[in-house]
């Protein structure tokens, strides 16, 4: 529910109750002055006959109006003044009247006195009070509903500019949030929070960011250290004959984690957009080279290769698009089988490569989150289809994968 | 042969030099950009090897500065992989090659080496070996005068061999040498085995000593004696 309907609910449910509760306690208090002022008229009216009896001993001659009418009546006994609420009948129409009734002594006879004045004014009172309330009604709901339209819209409308900003906001873009300040302390308020969070969130990022990066950096020299040492350790004669496997082993480690520094320098490098996507790129040239360059590798393991490929001008990065082609072909070589299959296929719109494989299907989920490997494969370092993923995305391009006939199939789609 | 090492990392320039050293290069070295260009200031070098990364400085200005005097001196840039913008900018001043770290001493010593064969294209364009003798333009190998026919990756084998002679060279650093930085996807060397039987099986035919040594399974060694 919207905070506007929520509050316009609450905000009408109480107006009508409160006009309900107010409107009859209007009626009731104006009940009561009226009725204060009708028995005050009789009570003027007694005076006026016992004045006259007073004087004249006698009760003053009746004269019959639509307002009032006067009654004598003979009594045994003295009455009490007393006012009453009586029913009666007047030309045809039955109406509430208020009646006093007194004694009176004249001629030395008790009379009952009464005199009846029509209630009518009271009741026309109370329709046109309940008209006026339910007209208050209607005029709040419909004040309600355009202050809902205009007002309020106006009044929020800071806090969807901040949503929407939010929204579209990428904090790998590298740019801070910019919020316009608001004349409402609550929308400042909101505002200025959120930027405060933002600017956080990207300055943990950038050390994250910048630290992988620095990491990697780092880690290049000694690793050129080691990996030239080796080689010094390996002119040595007696030392190799002794440790020819302990040496191999140190350099195919070296090796790993050399690819390992710079596989994460890549990534770094991609996700801080420090390529410019503005080489024209022949994919098909670049596909049949990486062909030729790992032919050794596909004799050996025999692969039967299909290469169905058409001219391909692509606005990419030569060097990325050469990570691209050379990474999916490494796997797809990697984890091939003797005698196994590779299908290259290439059209204007994408870029399929299908292999045999000593794998099941893979986690398609999983695939490209860095450093997932199946567990049939601990060779590799867990990188290479991430970076394939973070370099098609930034230029634009999707990826995705799957199995069917004994085939594992990528799918770069430009 | 004059080269000049500029790399402020003090372990792998004390590996570099040494190296070349033993490869009977002249070697001299600067830790930093200042030192680098006041040697280059005061000498000419064969070959100045030069880190991207200095404490104090950019390796690009080295190359910017010796262009800009219009030096001869062949040049290799150093530096981490992805460097990528700084391996074109480095290329496009002038700069001869490039190599990244981490590097095998064989391959510097042998882009070294065919820096310096360009460079004095009219002098001695031949490397020999024995009686191996190679016409690296021409791309032709004799054997006692003999022509023998390589193939395009037995040709690159047999020159990383001879210009790294006496040397035990890995497997890994042979397949990276040939092959660039992918061979590595699978475990066995295979392919690497067949190209040098292949070298073997042909220099031995054509009448060359066999000096091809395979060096408790992890490399192989090219001399004239074990």
Sequence with gaps: ?414 | MKILLIEDEYLLRKSMVQYLTSEYYLCEWAKNYKEAIEKIELYQYDCIVVDIMLPDGNGIDIVKTLKLNKRTDGIIILSAKNELDDKIKGLNLGADDYLTKPFHLPELSTRIAAIIRRKNMQGNNKMVFEEIEIDVQGKIVTVDTKNVILTRKEFELLLYFIINKNRVLSKNSIAQHLWGDDMDIVDSYDFLYAHIKNLRKKLVFAGAGDYLHSVYGMGYKFSTHL
């Excluded at chain 1, 003044?81 to 007047?90: A, E, I, M, Y």
């Excluded at chain 1, 339910?134 to 009044?155: C, D, G, S």
């Excluded at chain 1, 959120?194 to 990022?205: A, E, F, N, S």
């Excluded at chain 1, 990066?213 to 010094?232: C, F, N, W, Y």
Aim: negative net charge.
């Design chain 1, 1 to 414: 529910m919207k905070l506007f309907t929520k509050y316009n609910r609450l905000n009408i449910a109480t107006s009508i109750i409160t006009f309900i509760i107010g409107s009859c306690s209007f009626y009731f208090l104006l009940c009561y002055i009226l009725q204060v002022e009708l028995d005050e008229s009789l009570k003027a009216e007694q005076q006026e006959i016992s004045g006259y009896v007073r004087t004249h001993n006698q009760l003053p001659e009746i004269v019959p109006t639509n307002e009032e009418i006067t009654t004598y009546a003979l009594s045994d006994r003295i009455i009490e003044t007393k006012f009453l609420k009586v029913t009666k009948t007047v030309k045809n129409s039955t109406e509430e009247w208020r009646e006093l009734q007194f004694g009176i002594h004249a001629n030395g006879v008790n009379y009952l006195v009464t005199v009846d004045k029509p209630m009518a004014e009271s009741e026309d009172l109370l329709q046109l009070i309940i008209v006026i309330t339910i007209a208050m009604i209607a005029l709040i709901l419909l004040i309600n509903y355009f202050a809902n339209r205009l007002l309020i819209k106006k009044l929020w409308n800071p806090f969807y500019q901040t949503i929407h900003k939010i929204k579209n906001y990428q904090i790998t873009d590298g740019n801070s949030l910019s919020l316009k300040s608001e004349n409402i302390d609550e929308f400042e308020l909101l505002n200025q929070t959120i930027t405060g969070l933002v600017d956080r969130l990207q300055k943990d990022y950038l050390v994250l960011k910048n630290f992988t990066g620095k990491a990697a950096h780092e880690m290049q020299t000694p690793l050129a250290v080691i990996s030239l040492r080796l080689d010094a350790l390996m002119q040595n004669e007696a030392i190799l004959k002794q440790n020819a496997e302990n040496i191999t082993d140190i350099e195919k480690s070296v090796r790993k984690l050399s690819k390992l520094h710079q596989s994460l320098l890549l990534l770094t490098k991609v996700e801080n957009k420090q390529f410019q996507l503005n080489e024209e790129v022949l994919l098909d040239t670049i596909i049949q080279e990486k062909c030729k360059e790992l032919a050794d590798l596909t004799d050996v393991m025999q692969l039967n290769i299909k290469l169905d490929i058409m001219p391909v001008k692509l606005l990419f990065h030569k060097h990325l698009a050469e990570i691209v082609v050379g990474n999916l072909l490494n796997n797809a070589i990697r984890y091939n089988i003797e005698n196994g299959q590779l299908i290259i296929e290439l059209t204007k719109t994408e870029l399929l490569i299908s292999n045999t494989s000593i794998n099941p299907a893979l986690d398609e989920n999983n695939i490209f989150v860095r450093f997932y490997r199946h567990t049939n494969n601990m060779d590799g370092n867990g990188l290479g289809l991430s970076i394939v993923k973070e370099i098609t995305e930034f230029a634009g391009f999707s990826i995705s994968y799957y199995y069917a006939e004994n085939k594992h199939t990528f799918k770069v789609v430009f």
